[in-house]
């Protein structure tokens, strides 16, 4: 691999930062999930845990050809399939078996997951970049955002109601916004792929 360029190293820089945080939320909503029973927040802490796996690789990716690029957008795509799926069987699990999610749990950690994705999103748009790999974290961060937003809604309902299954339903959202997004990064990396080469 060749030298990196000075927009290399700064994607480098701004992979490795949201790569850190995907990992901490992915700790910190794994176990806030557990403790409040919720399938929403382990949802999108297994989310965030395969963000992290996805900055990761294309990490590696950045000053790499353009087919290396491709690959790793590939696999980013072909992950959140796989996690969308996970998910899926998780809400069915829970709503068999029975569950008894804690709202105002699922509310705080939906506002710091919220604003800790922001950061990620203000980092990604602050490169600047056309580059694949970059448009899939963007996808991931907005994912991520958006679902925030679903367990924010999703814990009040809890709470008002005092019944479960709107945690069941955002669980399922946040599989089906996963799945959208994980089309969209393979679409992307499709289409880059048919670009005339302009890198060996």
Not at 37 to 44: P, Q, V
Not at 181 to 187: D, K, M, V
């Amino acid at each position: 691999m060749a030298a990196l360029s000075d927009v290399d190293r700064a994607q480098r820089q701004t992979l490795l930062w949201v790569f850190v945080l995907n990992a901490a939320l992915f700790v910190s909503l794994g176990l806030a999930g557990l403790l409040a029973d919720s399938s929403a927040l382990i949802a999108n802490a297994v989310d965030n845990a395969s963000d992290a796996a996805v900055y990761a690789i294309s990490f590696l990716a950045v000053g790499r050809a353009a087919v290396w690029k491709r690959r790793a957008a590939g696999v980013s795509g072909i992950m959140l399939l796989i996690f969308a799926g996970g998910v899926l069987l998780d809400v069915i699990r829970r709503w068999w078996l029975g569950t008894e999610p804690v709202g105002w749990t699922m509310m705080a950690l939906a506002l710091v997951a919220a604003g800790v994705n922001l950061v990620c999103l203000f980092l990604l748009r602050r490169a600047q970049s056309d580059d694949v790999n970059m448009r899939a974290a963007e996808t991931f961060s907005l994912n991520d955002f958006a679902s925030n937003g679903g367990i924010l809604v999703a814990g009040a309902l809890i709470m008002w109601l005092n019944q479960a299954w709107p945690d069941l339903v955002v669980g399922v959202l946040v599989a089906l916004i996963a799945a959208k997004g994980g089309l969209e990064i393979l679409r992307d990396a499709a289409e880059s792929r048919a670009e005339p080469a302009t890198e060996s």
